[in-house]
């Protein structure tokens, strides 16, 4: 009952920048963390970028001082623009929501995933 839709993916040169969206819809009260994660095949999954529902920040150390996490909460909207992209960014990036449902049996947390958006940088 909760979608969330990644947008802004895509193929480019290394050192342009680009920027990710992705949209929570369905049944939400209200949403916690959002976050962005990133896969290589045949690697884990790894946390890039983490934001509160307060909008405080956390980066791995690879991405500091050149990606930035933001939200929207009116529009349940969270936001990766990547700048000075780099060849070793290339990745399927993911976002998550942990988002709160008004359920029958109270209010409880969910963790939620998008689809994923391939980018890849070239050198």
């Known amino acids: 009952q909760v979608q969330l839709v990644e947008s802004g993916g895509g193929l ?4 342009v ?6 949209a ?7 949403i916690n963390g959002m976050a962005w ?13 983490e934001i509160t529902s307060g ?5 791995v150390d690879s991405v500091k001082g050149r990606f930035t996490i ?7 909207t969270v936001y990766l623009q990547m ?4 060849p070793e960014d290339t990745a399927v990036y993911y976002c998550n929501a942990a988002v709160l449902r008004n359920t029958d049996y109270g209010v409880h947390e969910y963790q939620y995933w998008g ?3 391939q980018v890849t940088v070239s050198s």
């Open 12 to 15: 480019v040169q290394a050192g």
């Open 17 to 22: 920048s680009l920027r990710l969206s992705c």
């Open 24 to 30: 929570a819809s369905g049944s939400i009260f209200s």
């Open 37 to 49: 994660y990133r896969q290589v095949p045949g690697n884990q999954r790894e946390l890039v970028a």
């Open 55 to 59: 909008s405080r920040t956390n980066y």
């Open 70 to 76: 933001s939200r929207d909460n009116a529009k349940n």
């Open 83 to 86: 700048n000075s992209l780099k």
């Open 115 to 117: 689809q994923g958006t």
